[in-house]
């Protein structure tokens, strides 16, 4: 059930609990600052309040922050200068076959794509990705396991150049947000990136997993430190209710949500388009 209709469900023909409301949000993961500036909202309207008009002033709250359409797609770049997209997150949340479906996408769109598998602390990533790359038919640089990632991003990104790829993504290992020396290790992919284009990675992006609530904020902010993040990929949005974190990531961080994951295949991975999400996700 989404949030809406839980908020309806609670709600319809009785009198507005404040607390329970409130619970109700935060429950939805919308984080409690952003909660609370809803709910201090709606105390200070003129009237009765009812379950319709919460939900209304819930979803014109929801609108204004993240926009009414989606962001465009980060422009492919010229021959010999690819867009290079940086992608992090913790383990298990899917990233690595974001990457995959990610990659796919943007072929789909006519671009040249190269994938670096730059996840070198999980053989099994780098059999992942490989296999991913043959069946969507993306080249794809890689090195043994416990192979160094930032030498692994560097080759990829002059094979990107050397073929005229318009995009390289770069998978990185899955990595706990409070482990200094692995968030250390993205900043030094970066440094290496920078040597052959300075403007590179021009995307640097999180996985999170929606269904794990307020867990996704606090690893979006931690990422966020070491990346400068402008964009998230939401795993496992598929009608478990859980929406809410790209919301307060977006309010509290400011950091925009670029692709949603619906489930397992490549098809089931699409541009984050907001109107959408507030009208059939939440």
Sequence with gaps: MGLFKSILNRFRGNDIDWDDLEETLISGDLGIRLTTEIVDRLRDRKGKLDAESVVEACRT????ILGDTPLPLPPPGPPGKPTVILVAGVNGVGKTTSVAKLAAFLKSQGHGVVIAAADTFRAAAIEQLTVWAERIDVPIVTTQYQGDPSAVCFD??????????????????GRLHTRHNLMEELRKIRRTLAKQDESAPHERWIVVDATTGSNAVSQTREFQSALDLNGVIVTKLDGSGKGGSVVAIRHELGVPTRFIGTGETAADFKPFVPAEFVETLL
């Design 61 to 64: 709250e929801i609108k204004a």
């Design 156 to 173: 990829a990104h002059q094979k990107a150049i050397a073929t005229g790829a318009a995009y390289l993504i770069c998978d990185t290992a």
